[in-house]
């Protein structure tokens, strides 16, 4: 029976070659964005251990197996101090990454399908799921409750994508629409500069430039006038496949360090931004990922 239906369904010439080049593709696009997200992730994390004095991550999978640095971390973004184990052994790592996940869920953090083991194992894939839930929630969640006390963590994104189109409005060349490639050439992030800082630079200049000169701009003006990190590099938002959570976190920062208040979040601020993206939030594409539970 197999032989007659490979007769009867044969693959056409070059089939093969097209389905291998796909997956190919998705393949590397995956190991790519995991690449990124491992560098902007640990300057992240860089960003808030040096309120501390203490030594910046390298290498972000193996760097937090122990549980020593994501300790470190929960020290600084909760005010609270945590015993941890000094040996080397399996043991004494375990209990010290538990500590830490204990810590995280009593701060809010909703960790689903992540263990100790995982991380103690180096498993990057959680890992980094662990810091992003981290990122998400001290990040935003926190910041973005205290404007909105009634918001709902699904509409999280929406809401902060809303912000964005809501200020960046009339500004030639942005049409913002996702967290990816959205932001590719740059203008986006000039323009959210430009609506809150118009002293610091002409935008119209800044049309002339190219993407990745824009993207540069806009990062040196960020480090320079709000104290952000330069947690992203040009060339990691200039491609074909942004990552857009490495992309979500700078825009949390820039969220969080732009000056604005509830209103500038209200209802009907940001209305007319929702409706207009209610189709485009249907599409997978552009649906939210479901957050972490805030505190």
Not at 127 to 141: D, M, P, R
Not at 156 to 177: F, M, P, S
Not at 227 to 253: F, Q
Not at 270 to 288: G, I, K, N, T, V
Request: proline share 5%; charged share 30%.
């Amino acid at each position: 029976m197999t032989c007659k239906s490979r007769r009867k369904y044969p693959m056409r010439p070059g089939a093969w070659r097209r389905v291998a080049s796909r997956l190919w593709t998705t393949a590397l696009t995956e190991y790519e964005r995991e690449d990124v997200q491992k560098k902007t992730f640990a300057k992240w994390i860089n960003s808030q251990l040096v309120k501390n004095n203490k030594p910046p991550v390298q290498d972000l999978v193996q760097e937090l197996r122990d549980g020593e640095v994501l300790l470190a971390l929960l020290e600084i973004l909760t005010a609270q101090r945590y015993r941890r184990e000094r040996g080397r052994m399996r043991v004494h790592q375990l209990n010290n990454v538990n500590a830490a996940l204990r810590a995280l869920e009593a701060a809010g953090v909703r960790l689903v399908n992540i263990s100790g083991a995982d991380i103690v194992d180096g498993n990057a894939k959680l890992i980094l799921g662990l810091v992003w839930s981290i990122i998400l929630h001290w990040q935003v969640h926190c910041h973005l409750r205290e404007l909105l006390p009634d918001v709902q963590q699904s509409n999280l994104e929406k809401t902060l994508l809303a912000w964005c189109r809501a200020h960046t409005q009339n500004y030639a060349g942005v049409d913002i629409r996702d967290f990816t490639r959205s932001w590719r050439d740059g203008l986006a992030l000039n323009a959210l500069l430009h609506r809150w800082r118009p002293q610091l630079f002409d935008y119209a200049a800044v049309l002339r430039a190219e993407p990745r000169a824009r993207l540069d701009h806009a990062f040196r003006l960020a480090h320079a006038h709000l104290g952000i990190a330069r947690l992203l590099d040009p060339e990691d938002v200039n491609t074909e496949h942004p990552d857009k959570k490495s992309i979500m976190m700078y825009v949390m920062c820039l969220f969080q360090s732009l000056p604005h208040s509830r209103d500038d979040l209200r209802d009907d601020a940001c209305e007319d931004m929702r409706d207009d993206m209610r189709d485009d939030m249907r599409d997978p594409e552009h649906a939210p990922e479901v957050l972490p539970r805030p505190h």
